[in-house]
Structure formats: C-alpha cells, structure tokens
C-alpha cells in the first residue's frame, strides 16, 4: 500500500501506540518502553513483546499554557502532563476536567480517549489520549 493511497485518518490507525497505548517490553531485562524502541538502552537486547499500557497512572510534572497554539485557542489556557502509566512509560497528555488549582505532582489520573482538535476547514477530526483525576 503506497503512503500516497492512504489518508491521514486510514494511516493513523496502524500506528498501535497512538489509539491502543501499546509499549515494548524487553524479553531479556523486562524494561517497559513508551513509544516501543528498537533496541532496549538498558540491555542492548532487540526483542520485545507489545504490550498494553494501563489506562490509570499518576502525574510526574506538569504546566499550565497560557499561549497554547493556534489549534487550540478555544482551549486556553490549558494543562499538559508527563504522566507515568508504568515505570519507565510515560505519555505527555493534556490534563481535563479539572481545575488547575487541583493538579499536583503525584495525583492519580485515568486516560480517556477524546476528540484533540478538527484539523483544516474540512473539520477533520483528530482524536487522541487525555487524562482526568480519577
């Protein structure tokens, strides 16, 4: 199938870890990988298995940005995370349905799967992971 003859949405789709959260876990040391790597850094070893990310995890850092860019304006200001699902994986995801004044570093957080942003004038929908305290 050529890249030409497939449209963003049909390509997105085999992208695993976009839609399924799924990682690489190393069969030689264990270590969890998010987004899934070649080559473990750890061990240097090349097998992995795909596993599936846990759709619960707590929040290792986050910020609150003010000038977010153009696509989403109507979303500003707005909180993204680093949120770590296992150890060693983590996403970076925008933080929902909350008041910033409840953040913090170590809350828990559970990932829902959302409309991100309509891309271009046709409105083309983009859909993705956002998390929410649970």
Not at 15 to 31: F, S, V
Request: hydrophobic share 40%; proline share 7%; net charge positive.
């Amino acid at each position: 199938m050529s890249m030409q003859s497939v449209t963003p949405a049909r390509f997105a789709r085999f992208i695993p870890q976009r839609y399924r959260l799924e990682a690489g876990k190393c069969k030689k040391c264990g270590q969890v990988y998010f987004p899934p790597r070649l080559v473990c850094p750890e061990c240097k070893s090349r097998k992995f298995e795909m596993v599936k990310l846990p759709d619960e995890g707590k929040v290792l850092t986050f910020t609150i940005v003010h000038t977010p860019g153009s696509q989403f304006t109507d979303e500003k200001p707005l909180a993204i995370g680093i949120v770590e699902l296992a150890p060693g994986a983590c996403i970076t995801t925008q933080i929902v349905d909350t008041t910033f004044d409840r953040i913090k570093i170590g809350m828990k957080v559970k990932i829902e799967f959302r409309r991100v942003q309509a891309v271009g004038e046709e409105g083309v929908l983009a859909y993705g992971y956002k998390v929410v305290e649970i």
